[in-house]
């Protein structure tokens, strides 16, 4: 009897441990790596991003700070939508910022999002030296360090009837091309092209049942008013 006793504590000990290997696996696989996936900040290689973020940044490498993940942007937006006025914009929520690897200082692209009602000022082209556009409907401006898009957006449920009365915004910021004299027309499009494509990942998010800016980005250029 005390031979097949030690015999089932050895098997008992045996199965603990691995059940606590299991444990430590699944624990490994959700949690600190959760943070880091759980984003709209992943730019995968070759992709248009990639592409449009090397010729802006003028870097091969780029390092990537994600301030919220998507869960935060979500909810911050959801949020802000159900609390709007109809006199200025949200405070914006940061979406995603990227800067040329191991260089420091101000030099990079950056972008927020949030809500402004389709009558505000708000709205309405400000930049004294920007350059009006449309994109697949989406509409906005932009000079040679930033990007203003307004885009429509009918949210899903309860939300639906105050998203129509308000356009989503995003805003990019390219300081890394403040003091530069060589920002062009293409330049400006470029700019324009990826603040539409970190815009997509923000209404993919939100579930925008009109898709707005479900085609691939074509930026054309619109004569000043």
Same mark, same amino acid.
């Given at each position: 009897?005390?031979?097949?006793?030690?015999?089932?504590?050895?098997?008992?000990?045996?199965?603990?441990?691995?059940?606590?290997?299991?444990?430590?696996?699944?624990?490994?696989?959700?949690?600190?790596?959760?943070?880091?996936?759980?984003?709209?900040?992943?730019?995968?290689?070759?992709?248009?991003?990639?592409?449009?973020?090397?010729?802006? %940044?003028? &870097?091969?490498?780029?390092? =990537?700070?994600?301030?919220? *993940? +998507?869960?935060?942007?979500?909810? $911050?937006?959801? @949020?802000?939508?159900?609390?709007?006025?109809?006199?200025?914009?949200?405070?914006?929520?940061?979406?995603?910022?990227?800067?040329?690897?191991?260089?420091?200082?101000?030099?990079?692209?950056?972008?927020?999002?949030?809500?402004?009602?389709?009558?505000?000022?708000?709205?309405?082209?400000?930049?004294?030296?920007?350059?009006?556009?449309?994109?697949?409907?989406?509409?906005?401006?932009?000079?040679?360090?930033?990007?203003?898009?307004?885009?429509?957006?009918?949210?899903?449920?309860?939300?639906?009837?105050?998203?129509?009365?308000?356009? %989503?915004? &995003?805003?990019?910021?390219? =300081?890394?091309?403040?003091? *530069? +004299?060589?920002?062009?027309?293409? $330049?400006?499009? @470029?700019?324009?092209?990826?603040?539409?494509?970190?815009?997509?990942?923000?209404?993919?998010?939100?579930?925008?049942?009109?898709?707005?800016?479900?085609?691939?980005?074509?930026?054309?250029?619109?004569?000043?008013?």
């Amino acid at each position: 009897m005390l031979t097949s006793g030690r015999k089932v504590l050895k098997a008992f000990a045996r199965s603990t441990t691995a059940l606590l290997s299991v444990v430590m696996l699944a624990s490994c696989a959700l949690g600190e790596p959760e943070a880091k996936i759980e984003h709209l900040c992943t730019v995968s290689a070759a992709s248009e991003e990639e592409a449009l973020l090397r010729e802006i %940044l003028r &870097a091969d490498a780029f390092e =990537t700070d994600i301030p919220n *993940r +998507t869960s935060r942007v979500v909810e $911050a937006l959801e @949020r802000d939508l159900r609390a709007i006025g109809s006199g200025t914009k949200t405070l914006s929520t940061s979406l995603c910022a990227y800067k040329p690897a191991a260089q420091a200082g101000v030099e990079r692209a950056r972008f927020e999002v949030g809500w402004v009602p389709r009558t505000s000022k708000d709205a309405e082209p400000s930049m004294s030296d920007g350059g009006r556009f449309d994109v697949n409907g989406a509409f906005g401006e932009s000079n040679y360090f930033l990007t203003k898009l307004f885009v429509p957006c009918d949210m899903p449920g309860d939300l639906d009837e105050p998203s129509k009365s308000v356009w %989503l915004y &995003a805003r990019g910021s390219y =300081t890394v091309n403040i003091g *530069r +004299t060589d920002i062009d027309q293409a $330049a400006k499009d @470029r700019q324009t092209a990826l603040t539409y494509l970190m815009a997509r990942r923000v209404t993919d998010a939100l579930g925008c049942e009109n898709k707005p800016l479900e085609k691939p980005p074509v930026v054309k250029p619109l004569p000043a008013s």
